[in-house]
């Protein structure tokens, strides 16, 4: 059996750091809040909401949550996001996806402050990321970047080999292991000799979505495994791994559940937390 990388640790320790610092702020009168808009009634997102509220309330950040009917129309929803990029007591705004159709997602993303952008999904802080300048990364690949660092994982020089090219995982998943000078292959569903890239790969990360994609003859002896995957199979939640036929041959792996799902709501706070030092001229 290979060493868990357990992320309800890491996640937890991740929000402890975050919580200290948010006490040190609100000593010097400063407040941390997050607002989070959801519109209509997916009940998944109305999940990931509440927990999201929940986690900015044990850690002293002020949370606005905005509940808004399906029949939203766009200027509505633009008007409200023009309001809370003014609005001082605010420092994050995050717009649960997916939107419903009638409302375009691109212009919706593109309305948020890139200042207040804490999902890291505006254009101007993906560009950051490109150049490796930015203050705030998507959750789940800064949140695999905490874990790797957390297990002192090296990353410099190891062939890293992500699976999905999504631009909220794949792609700035790619780009913050190249910026920790990982040899960085990204492969998707028209990649050839799939199975051979990934046995070449040190660190292995499954962002495909998909249950049990990775199988154990993909995977290098002794590598690192990373499980994005949320998928569900027979009413439970699975990975895109086949962890149990996985773990013996991998060094390090990440179980689902309990291993990169609970690290992107601890980054979200983090990237709040950013960007209330940031508005704030501090850091
Ligand atoms: N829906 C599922 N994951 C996310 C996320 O990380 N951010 C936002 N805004 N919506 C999501």
Avoid: W
């Amino acid at each position: 059996m290979s060493r868990l990388i357990d992320g309800k640790v890491i996640s937890a320790a991740v929000k402890e750091r975050v919580k200290n610092e948010v006490s040190q702020l609100n000593e010097k009168g400063i407040t941390v809040g997050l607002a989070v808009i959801i519109v209509g009634e997916d009940p998944a997102s109305k999940i990931y909401v509440a927990n999201k509220k929940k986690a900015c309330e044990a850690l002293g950040i002020i949370s606005e949550e905005y509940a808004l009917p399906e029949s939203t129309t766009e200027k509505e929803l633009l008007g409200l996001i023009d309001t809370l990029n003014a609005k001082k007591s605010i420092n994050g705004i995050l717009c649960q996806l997916p939107l419903p159709r009638h409302l375009d997602e691109k212009r919706i993303i593109n309305a948020i402050s890139p200042e207040k952008d804490v999902d890291a999904f505006h254009p101007v802080n993906v560009g950051r990321i490109m150049i490796g300048d930015y203050d705030f990364v998507p959750c789940t690949p800064a949140g695999i970047m905490e874990m790797l660092a957390y297990e002192n994982i090296e990353t410099e020089g190891k062939r890293c080999v992500v699976i999905g090219r999504s631009n909220i995982v794949g792609k700035p998943m790619a780009m913050l292991l190249l910026h920790k000078n990982g040899t960085v292959t990204i492969c998707h569903s028209k990649t050839r000799n799939l199975k051979e890239i990934c046995l070449g790969a040190d660190i292995l990360v499954a962002a495909v979505g998909k249950a049990k994609f990775v199988t154990a003859d993909m995977v290098k002896e002794g590598a690192v495994v990373i499980d994005v995957g949320m998928n569900r199979e027979n009413g439970r939640l699975c990975g895109d791994v086949d962890f149990e036929a996985v773990k013996d041959k991998a060094s390090a792996i990440t179980p689902v559940p309990g291993g990169v799902g609970p690290m992107t709501i601890a980054m979200l706070m983090q990237n709040t937390l950013t960007a209330a030092k940031r508005q704030n001229g501090i850091g």
